[in-house]
């Protein structure tokens, strides 16, 4: 789908994801997926999500997309109703929702599909060194306020 801006998008209803963030071990660490090269954008860092379905809210797309990128999610991912935050990245026509969840702990996901080429999970500025997909780089900031 091309934007109002001219950008070239997936989903035709938008895109969600959801940033997971866990505070156990001292400083909040967040999971990001290594895309595939063979992916839009592979070889960047992201975090787990895509194209909304019909009827599906950004919390509920970016949960399913989660799950199909990492494997069924444990049981401390709370599924709502409120994210710790919300952040839109909005191009008129078209718009990408980042929620940030709050975890109990680190996880280690039990399987990747063919876009996840890895995982891993880091400190707010450990992440600024690893090469983010461009629009989470820029939301970066908005995302890890407070961390």
Same mark, same amino acid.
Do not use: I, K
């Given at each position: ?7 070239? $998008?997936w989903g035709a209803l938008g895109a ?5 963030? &866990?505070?156990?071990?001292? #400083? +909040? ?7 595939? !090269?063979?992916? $839009? ?9 895509g194209a909304l379905l019909p009827g599906?809210?950004?919390? @509920? ?5 989660? #799950?199909? #990128?990492?494997? !069924?999610?444990?049981?401390?991912? +709370?599924?709502?109703? %409120? +994210?710790? $935050? #919300?952040?839109? @990245? @909005? ?12 975890? =109990? /702990?680190?996880?280690? !996901?039990?399987?990747t599909n063919w876009e996840t080429a @890895?995982?891993?999970? %880091?400190? =707010?500025?450990? &992440?600024?060194?690893? !090469? ?6 820029? =939301?970066? +900031?908005?995302? /890890?306020?407070?961390?």
């Amino acid at each position: 789908m091309l934007c109002s801006r001219g950008c070239q $998008h997936w989903g035709a209803l938008g895109a969600a994801g959801v940033l997971l963030r &866990a505070a156990d071990l001292g #400083e +909040p660490r967040y999971l990001l997926v290594l895309r595939h !090269p063979r992916s $839009h954008q592979g070889g960047t860092w992201a975090v787990p999500g895509g194209a909304l379905l019909p009827g599906e809210s950004p919390l @509920d797309g970016a949960l399913r997309e989660a #799950e199909e #990128e990492l494997g !069924p999610l444990p049981a401390h991912v +709370p599924r709502g109703p %409120v +994210p710790a $935050h #919300e952040y839109v @990245d @909005d191009h008129g026509s078209w718009a990408y929702t980042t929620l940030v969840l709050n975890v =109990a /702990t680190v996880f280690e !996901p039990t399987a990747t599909n063919w876009e996840t080429a @890895d995982w891993t999970w %880091v400190s =707010a500025s450990q &992440a600024l060194s690893l !090469p983010l997909l461009p629009p989470l780089r820029a =939301a970066w +900031p908005a995302l /890890t306020l407070g961390s």
